[in-house]
């Protein structure tokens, strides 16, 4: 059974950031204008939190759900953006140079992740439903916006650049 204390801040951090790499492998796969791109980071976050209610009897969707519903204390806050900052700088060292190394990045973080998941108790259950939250999230950020299209006309609502992202994703994840 998991809970908030079931976590470190910063493997919280980790918990929510792959699902959030894993959306940005659909963003960058064919990018939107400014309003789509709005619509595809607002996907991420908008998903995660659905999915997490609707699966909220799952022990790590609903610790999940928790943790992000609840206002970190001072502390846990300055805890976060110090493990975000220290994230970003090793980010800034190991940046990926080509489209494939980023999604292959993104590929290990989640390995990691979910390797860290696992090693504190997870079900298959509970890693089965996290890996199905970051396919619906790559599926919701594909549909968040048209691609092609001028002005909101035109265009099409999934990209073959963003299909073939999600197949990867769903092959990797499933």
Do not use: C
């Not at 928790?66 to 220290?86: F, G, H, M, Q, V």
């Amino acid at each position: 059974m998991f809970d908030r204390d079931s976590f470190t801040i910063e493997e919280w951090g980790q918990i929510i950031s792959a699902p959030a790499a894993i959306g940005s492998l659909v963003v960058i796969a064919d990018l939107s204008g400014p309003l789509g791109l709005i619509n595809e980071f607002r996907a991420i976050m908008n998903t995660m939190k659905e999915y997490t209610a609707a699966n909220s009897a799952n022990p790590l969707m609903g610790a999940l759900q928790s943790y992000i519903s609840t206002r970190p204390t001072k502390e846990e806050e300055d805890r976060l953006k110090e493990w975000a900052r220290e994230q970003e700088a090793a980010m800034k060292g190991n940046r990926p140079e080509t489209p494939e190394e980023l999604a292959n990045r993104v590929h290990e973080i989640v390995d990691e992740v979910l390797a860290m998941i696992e090693g504190k108790g997870a079900t298959a259950e509970d890693l089965s439903s996290y890996k199905n939250m970051m396919v619906v999230i790559a599926e919701n950020v594909a549909n968040a916006s048209k691609e092609g299209g001028f002005l909101g006309f035109g265009g099409t609502l999934v990209s073959d650049a963003e299909e073939s992202a999600l197949a990867r994703i769903r092959a990797e994840l499933s």
